[in-house]
């Protein structure tokens, strides 16, 4: 049995305005979230919901996962970042060499993410969102790869990349050196066994495959809040 990938999920300051700015540039419709928050789900092949839930904890540091927005011409990519900067984005430096053709852009509660220049080969037949970009270790690659059970469709010089049969975007984790961790990551999976599946077994077997369980000190009812190999947080829902 494996996970499916349910929702990536944001802590937000102000769920509702961070929902409506990501349903506006990536044409998603809104929705309230039994989970908490409200929620928006996807109008193409991308198979899982994207989640907002109030928090006031502070950003620290450039978040460790973040979107790689595909466009078709370099006419569609202004035009993208064009709708993104209406919205309410801004342009950021991370360090991007001016002959890179990406467009690194914060979301108003500053969560980075890149709209790639037309021609990227790597992600050409992806849809809107490319990839969930992360930073992260070959093993936490391998993990997630078992844990969705997802094929690897990249394994080079310590840098993996898994994608669903299905379609719709990749995951890919760049490798070392890898960013110190600092606090709690504003954005987190949410995993689910399918219907009629074993929560607690699923919970067992991701920590054989080196996950651990994370005490939060609350009662979080119908989830459990791990860890994956490279400390970066989940959560096991129940099933759906």
Same mark, same amino acid.
């Given at each position: 049995m494996t996970l499916h990938l349910h929702a990536l999920c944001f802590d937000a300051h102000d769920p509702l305005r961070l929902a409506?700015?990501? @349903?506006?540039?990536l044409g998603w419709e809104t929705a309230d979230d039994s989970s908490d928050g409200i929620a928006i789900l996807p109008s193409d092949d991308t198979g899982f919901r994207i989640r907002f839930s109030a928090s006031q904890e502070q950003k620290a540091g450039q978040n460790p996962l973040h979107f790689d927005l595909t466009s078709a011409s370099l006419a569609d990519q202004r035009g993208v970042v064009a709708r993104a900067l209406g919205l309410g984005a801004r342009h950021i430096d991370i360090g991007q060499r001016p002959e890179e053709g990406h467009v690194v852009l914060a979301d108003p509660e500053g969560n980075e993410f890149c709209v790639i220049e037309p021609g990227n080969k790597f992600l050409a037949d992806c +849809?809107?969102?490319?990839?969930?970009?992360c930073d992260g270790s070959q093993d936490v690659g391998y993990f997630w790869s078992r844990a969705l059970g997802w094929p690897l469709v990249w394994d080079q010089d310590q840098e993996t990349a898994i994608r669903s049969p299905h379609g719709g975007p990749?995951?890919?984790?760049?490798?070392?050196?890898?960013?110190?961790?600092?606090?709690?990551n504003r954005l987190?999976?949410?995993? @689910?066994?399918? @219907?009629?599946g074993d929560q607690r077994a699923e919970v067992d077997r991701l920590v054989?495959?080196?996950?651990?369980?994370?005490?939060? +000190?609350?009662?979080?009812?119908?989830?459990?809040?791990? @860890?994956?190999?490279?400390?970066?947080?989940?959560?096991v829902l129940t099933p759906r």
């Open positions: 409506h700015f990501w @349903a506006g540039v +849809g809107f969102i490319g990839a969930l970009a990749k995951i890919t984790w760049g490798g070392p050196p890898l960013m110190p961790k600092t606090g709690k987190h999976f949410d995993v @689910a066994p399918p @219907a009629h054989a495959l080196g996950a651990t369980r994370i005490d939060t +000190g609350q009662d979080d009812v119908g989830r459990v809040v791990m @860890a994956d190999p490279d400390g970066n947080e989940f959560c």
